[in-house]
């Protein structure tokens, strides 16, 4: 069973019934429907294709509406337009709507010539094209391409965040979000994050009554403020390509790693992003170099992996997730486990706790000893918010995790949680109760069997955010 989730993007290549079923079957757990592209009406219709092929298949997908935030963006590309090595552009603010041409591009940031020097360097897309800006003139800037290549459409234009006036979330973000909060979406990703009052400025409700908030870490601000953005977020997403306009190259596969350390102890799903299989845009199969950036994602503990362009735009959005998944798969089953249970240990538990904090760390911890030490091989959590499954994920123990909600959003958001098959029920009764419900719908859906030792993990109380309750049980 594949434990690390796969996120793929939905866009013009994606968006049609056969395709998004094809793509659910190959393995797609998470849809993203990009924001940044098209109007509220287009994502809206995205997004009840998407839950109706869901239904249709009859396996839970999770929605992820990604906001468009502070993103500064070009102004429609001649297609297909070329950034050529060494030649000279010119870039000028002006209004979203005013396309670009080959010598002059319109950038939809009106403190472009305040806020840009000479000598800055802007990445423009995924960070591939670079250009370095040599002279700024009354109305414009000149910029003298670094690192060309082909692009289209709006691209985004990067322009160092500590120098962006603009804060996260924007009023058209505020706009998008309350479209999709009235149809109860499953998470929302903030970008551009710099810090957790960031976070806090969205206003929702909290999980299972709201949707998990992923905030993406993409600019300086955020890595140094990590903690916090973690705590205050459902979720986090290493979005590699601005990050990597922000820090160096080389600092880059280090952030990685810690940034999804972090995320996992302090008990949050941790995706890794941008550019993983970017060469399947085309062709019809990976880099060899892109194969081993997505095992070495899941080496690093990540909960998921995404897919942009690649579903997107791509030629083959379903072959693109069913190589994805493979290849997760594979690396799952490398994957070090004892190591990685360690680690969190000392990591997660050395550090101050509330007590409700403290109770779950103790019997998550105890749940993945007594399950490594026994062999056993399924973990049934009973959860309406789903914490459970993410406090025990975290320990990534070999055992299947099975999570049981009657909260549907709960059982969508748990598609991203690594390793957990969500199941619905219909209600939570007293523990004893609960338990012997799940034990026989576990059996019936094939996960158990008669004589089977299995870990139940729970909440005494229906009190959101304690799991104070372990019992080893054998099937009947």
Not at 248 to 275: M, N, V, W, Y
Not at 325 to 354: C, M, T, V
Not at 360 to 376: L, P
Not at 390 to 411: D, M, N, Q
């Amino acid at each position: 069973m594949r434990r690390t989730k796969v996120i793929a993007t939905i866009g013009p290549a994606s968006d049609d019934e056969a395709t998004l079923k094809a793509m659910i079957e190959a393995g797609m757990d998470v849809a993203r429907i990009n924001l940044s592209h098209g109007t509220l009406e287009d994502g809206l219709d995205r997004f009840h294709r998407i839950r109706a092929v869901s239904a249709s298949v009859g396996r839970p997908v999770g929605i992820l509406a990604d906001l468009p935030g502070p993103k500064v963006r070009l102004g429609t590309l001649p297609d297909p337009f070329e950034f050529v090595v060494d030649s000279t552009i010119e870039l000028a603010p002006a209004s979203a709507d005013e396309p670009s041409t080959k010598k002059r591009l319109s950038v939809d940031y009106e403190s472009l010539l305040a806020d840009v020097r000479p000598g800055d360097r802007l990445a423009v897309g995924d960070g591939s094209i670079v250009l370095q800006v040599t002279d700024a003139k009354p109305d414009h800037l000149e910029a003298r391409v670094l690192y060309g290549g082909v692009t289209r459409g709006r691209p985004g234009l990067h322009i160092p965040s500590d120098r962006l006036r603009i804060s996260t979330p924007t009023p058209e973000d505020l706009r998008l979000l309350d479209g999709f909060v009235d149809v109860d979406v499953d998470f929302v990703a903030l970008s551009f994050v710099r810090s957790a009052h960031d976070v806090r400025r969205v206003g929702l409700e909290p999980a299972p009554r709201g949707p998990l908030v992923v905030a993406k870490i993409e600019t300086r601000a955020a890595v140094e403020n990590l903690d916090g953005i973690i705590m205050a977020s459902g979720a986090v997403m290493v979005a590699r390509g601005d990050l990597g306009a922000e820090c160096s190259i080389e600092d880059l596969p280090h952030l990685q790693k810690d940034i999804i350390a972090r995320c996992i102890a302090l008990g949050r799903p941790a995706i890794t992003a941008t550019q993983m299989l970017e060469s399947m845009v085309t062709a019809p199969s990976p880099t060899r170099a892109e194969a081993s950036d997505v095992a070495n994602a899941v080496f690093d503990g990540t909960s998921a992996v995404m897919l942009s362009g690649e579903t997107a735009i791509g030629n083959d959005p379903a072959g693109v997730v069913d190589t994805m998944a493979r290849i997760a798969n594979r690396a799952d089953q490398e994957f070090d486990y004892e190591g990685w249970a360690h680690q969190i240990k000392r990591d997660r538990l050395s550090e101050p706790q509330s007590v409700d904090a403290a109770v779950t760390d103790v019997m998550t911890m105890a749940t993945w000893r007594a399950a490594s030490e026994m062999g056993v091989k399924t973990v049934l959590c009973i959860t309406r918010s789903g914490f459970t499954v993410r406090a025990i994920a975290r320990f990534r123990p070999k055992a299947k995790i099975l999570g049981f909600s009657p909260e549907e959003r709960t059982v969508r958001q748990l598609t991203l949680s690594w390793g957990a098959i969500p199941i619905g029920i219909d209600r939570i009764e007293d523990h004893a109760a609960s338990v012997h419900h799940v034990l026989e719908l576990a059996k019936s859906q094939g996960h158990i069997r008669s004589g089977d030792i299995v870990a139940v993990l729970g909440g005494s109380t229906a009190t959101i955010g304690a799991t104070d309750t372990l019992r080893m049980v054998r099937c009947p």
